[in-house]
């Protein structure tokens, strides 16, 4: 009888019938499809008529440029699967309700992030462009630049791991996470084992996660276990086997506060491969970085917000949060830092600017490393531009691939980089799933946006821009020595491949804003 359980249990779990619903909706999809391009040739004729007034509308719409191109193409091609297909998933925004309640929050957080005109005026004495970067974050971002706060880079995963351990184990007040992906393992089981000693010792612990994220890493349900250990639990944007353009809004950030003091971000997941304890997809390079002092506050708010969001109801008062001065009064660091969070709501490519923001200023060099190379033309001409310019610009991407078809995307892009002058290089160990921007030996941005069309517009997303902070040269050391062992990819590379290679990836290439 328990075997029985067991593999009825296997076959009903959560994923499955998700897998089959959704296999439902597509063999509906495909039904009508057929129904009406056979029984009913008039019909056929009308979806062309609809197609050309939503081709229309998608044309004169504010959104990305490719997005209109990839959405165009496959109504007018496909009239009655694309329009149908259009209507059940390609609004790229979510509704009017979702956004404003999530903004009331961010407006509450923002009462309590005020920006330092003084760091400002310092700025930009230093260096304008700067400036410039950090007035457009509070601006747009709604998140202010800081001094006094000390930053560490982790090179990879296991750094982070055992810092991360460390700085729980000293926990007195609260704990915050919000992650991406957890998976059962050796990382999180070490983690949670804390969580629960300290929820036992009255710390205020705090869990998110995002459930498409975390679909076929944790049970079903997980965040009622999770309260009854004590940690309070919200997930994010709870998966639902239905056709829907909400389920393309993920939380993507990595977040972990401690007693409002010290913060970590960066894309380390809570997950074994990401600690390389088992191989995946052969050596897993990631990054990550901690935050103490002042700037750390940021994340506190960001998170808090988040949750105030999933909670739906009056939150408790911000200030009670905040960092004692005891905690904070020696992190003197370098440079300034600005934490900040990018928004799917807010019509706003917060992350993507930052990046072109330093593409565009750089003077000497620009250090990319991203896992997805994903990128719409107006990322495409900043690095092609900066490198006409003599800057030298140089990318890292992944030799093993996670997903077949986004890497195939991410080499159909090479051949015009390497043309004119960026350098592309392949991580030959495994996969690099580190986002890391490093220029000129003063601006830096370590975080959760990778260079595709999901987090640049999709995703919430989370990093930390830096301005001559001590962690910076850490983080081009890293770079070059990364270099080491990655394979150099040449224009006679990007040249040298067969014609139906070619062909599959221009066609992937043109569908991409919809993977």
């Not at 911000?318 to 440079?335: A, F, L, Q, T, V």
Request: aromatic share 14%; hydrophobic share 40%; proline share 4%.
């Amino acid at each position: 009888m328990h075997l029985l359980t067991k593999i009825l249990k296997k076959i009903f779990n959560r994923t499955v019938v998700c897998i089959i619903g959704i296999l439902i909706q597509i063999t509906y999809l495909v039904m009508v499809f057929l129904t009406f391009g056979t029984l009913y040739t008039y019909s056929y004729f009308v979806f062309v008529g609809v197609g050309i007034v939503l081709s229309l509308y998608i044309y004169n719409t504010d959104i990305n440029p490719s997005y209109k191109i990839a959405w165009i193409f496959a109504i007018l091609a496909f009239p009655i699967f694309g329009v149908m297909f259009y209507i059940f998933f390609g609004n790229s925004h979510s509704g009017d309700r979702l956004r404003k309640r999530m903004m009331q929050y961010d407006d509450e957080a923002r009462l309590l992030l005020p920006q330092n005109e003084d760091i400002l005026q310092a700025l930009h004495r230093d260096n304008p462009p700067a400036e410039k970067q950090a007035k457009y974050l509070y601006s747009y971002g709604g998140y202010p630049v800081y001094a006094n706060t000390k930053t560490t880079y982790f090179p990879i995963g296991e750094a982070k791991f055992a810092a991360m351990i460390e700085k729980l184990e000293k926990a007195e007040r609260f704990i915050f996470l919000e992650y991406f992906i957890i998976a059962e393992g050796k990382m999180w089981g070490t983690i949670l084992d804390i969580l629960e000693r300290k929820a036992k010792q009255g710390v205020d612990v705090r869990l998110i996660y995002d459930d498409i994220g975390c679909l076929m890493t944790l049970p079903y349900k997980y965040n009622e276990e999770m309260e009854k250990r004590g940690i309070k639990c919200k997930v994010f944007n709870p998966f639902r086997p239905i056709w829907s353009a909400k389920m393309n809004n993920r939380d993507h950030r990595k977040i972990l506060v401690i007693d409002g003091h010290t913060a970590f971000t960066g894309g380390i997941n809570l997950a074994d491969e990401y600690i390389n304890e088992y191989e995946k997809y052969g050596h897993w390079k990631d990054s990550a970085v901690m935050l103490k002092g002042e700037g750390v506050w940021s994340f506190t708010m960001m998170f808090l917000s988040m949750w105030n969001f999933l909670n739906q109801h009056k939150p408790d008062e911000y200030s009670r949060y905040m960092p004692r001065k005891e905690d904070i009064e020696d992190c003197k660091g370098e440079g300034v830092v600005v934490p900040f969070t990018d928004s799917p709501l807010d019509d706003e490519p917060v992350g993507e600017n930052v990046y072109l923001n330093i593409i565009n200023g750089a003077e000497d060099y620009v250090y990319i490393t991203t896992p997805y190379l994903v990128i719409d033309n107006e990322m495409q001409t900043a690095l092609v531009l900066a490198a006409k310019s003599g800057v030298d610009v140089r990318i890292i991407t992944p030799h093993i691939p996670d997903k077949w078809f986004v890497h195939a995307v991410t080499r159909a892009h090479y051949r015009k980089l390497v043309k004119y002058g960026v350098k592309i290089y392949e991580y030959t160990p495994g996969f690099i799933h580190a986002k890391n921007f490093v220029s000129d030996d003063k601006a830096a941005v370590v975080g959760t946006i990778n260079l595709d069309f999901r987090s640049l517009y999709l995703h919430f997303e989370c990093a930390a821009w830096m301005y001559k902070c001590e962690c910076i040269p850490d983080i081009k050391r890293d770079y070059l020595e990364t270099l080491k062992v990655c394979q150099e990819i040449t224009y006679s590379d990007c040249m040298h491949i067969n014609i139906f290679r070619r062909l599959g990836r221009a066609i992937l290439r043109l569908f991409a804003p919809m993977m």
